[in-house]
């Protein structure tokens, strides 16, 4: 096993690796663009031994967002012929800035933005100013244009960064893909299928993808007739938590925050929504069928990272850590879904780990926080920075080398991390 000084090397090898010259790639060859929310690990990984660079990365994300308050899942600064779909699929043309897709991502950035303003506060207060306000158009975007009884709902699987997810099984087979067309895959050349999503789901991206191409990425067009529209926890949790970071930002700046706290409460309305009753857990639900998900995810443990505490998740986390040791599987292991190498249905993700692990911790939940990090920690040592990880053997699965495995490594499951 390496030691923890080797992997704390390693792990600033591979983001200054991934580094294209300000933004950063989540891994080479697979992902060859600049994802959001990867992006904003890599910064929080970045502040550990370059705190500039830090704010460089949150700079560069937000270079991409659009006028109206939109962040783009993927930038595609430089074309790479090596990734499907790219800019040509998107049809995104003159939307933004740059060339990007046409859709959101869970929006960890003011998060991010003050654990990095946190660890050099004198370098945060002359970067955050400018980027204050770019972060409220974003959380104001995904209010007006994402929220359902105050739950932020995702309209393509994507957006939710859990793209194969059995929570979206249902909305997905509403769906017929007619009229596709064929396309190739470039993801396959990169990783074994078995541990990429199915054929079925891609048509169903595409498909959605090519709605919004045809019209327009207008918000109100395509707000007609739906035909994908979920409430999603990772959305929820994320915005809320962030939206709590983002009006401490605000004050230390001296601002107002007084529409950040009506966010808030609009959030904290739609979490509270998103609580299944006969599963005893939080669960996305179908906004056009109103059809719950019935998938207790990595994600309904994102509730603590949110500042909610509830009991009954405790529960739900002890036994799924009991059922699949190299916790937390990111679909129950216990669910009739469960596949140990599918993506999101199974596997590990130590990203959302380290949320899962601050959420705890800031809840007073300890003991429960320390043994994730430990867990991850071991996962990290035994099978590297890969993608995600099998819950079961712990061993490493998708691409290698990836950021956010890193940048949570300097963050937070090293022991050397600052933890800030
Ligand atoms: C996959 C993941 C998503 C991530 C992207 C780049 O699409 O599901 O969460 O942002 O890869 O790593």
Known sequence: MPSIEALDAEAEAILRGNDRGGYTVPTDGLYPYQWNWDSMFAAWGFAAFDIERAWDEIDSLFSGQWPNGMVPHILFHRPDPSYFPG????????????????????????????????????????????????????????????????????????????????????AMAAIDPEGVGSYERRDLTHVDA??????????????????????????????????FMVADPTMTFTLLRSNRDLAELADMLGEDRSEIDAWTQALEHGAATLWNESLGSYDSRDAVSGEWSGAISNASFLCWWAGIDKPAMLQQLDRICTA????????????????????????VWGMINSLIGIGLEDCG????????????????????????????????????????????????????????
């Open 87 to 170: 800019p040509d699929v998107w049809g995104t043309d003159g939307m933004g800035p740059i060339a990007s897709s046409g859709i959101s991502q869970p929006p960890v950035a003011a998060s991010f933005a003050k654990k990095v303003f946190d660890q050099n506060p004198k370098v945060g207060r002359a970067r955050l100013p400018a980027l204050l306000p770019k972060m409220k158009a974003w959380h104001r975007w995904f209010l007006e244009a994402r929220a359902h009884d105050g739950a932020i709902c995702i309209t393509h699987p994507w957006e939710s960064g859990r793209d194969n997810a059995p929570d979206w099984d249902g």
């Open 194 to 227: 078995a541990m990429r999503p199915t054929k079925a789901d891609y048509d169903r991206y595409i498909w959605l993808v090519q709605r919004g191409r045809r019209l327009g990425w207008d918000e109100s067009a395509l707000a007609e007739n739906r035909p």
């Open 324 to 347: 699949a040791p190299f916790a937390v599987a990111s679909y129950d292991p216990g669910g009739p879904k469960f596949d140990a190498k599918r993506y999101w249905r199974g596997p």
């Open 365 to 420: 939940h300890i003991d429960a926080a320390n043994r994730l990090c430990e867990t991850t920690r071991g996962l990290i040592e035994k099978s590297g920075f890969a993608e995600y990880f099998d819950p079961i053997d712990g061993s490493p699965a998708g691409g290698s080398r990836f950021t956010w495995t890193a940048a949570i490594w300097l963050g937070w499951a090293s022991p050397n991390a600052r933890r800030i």
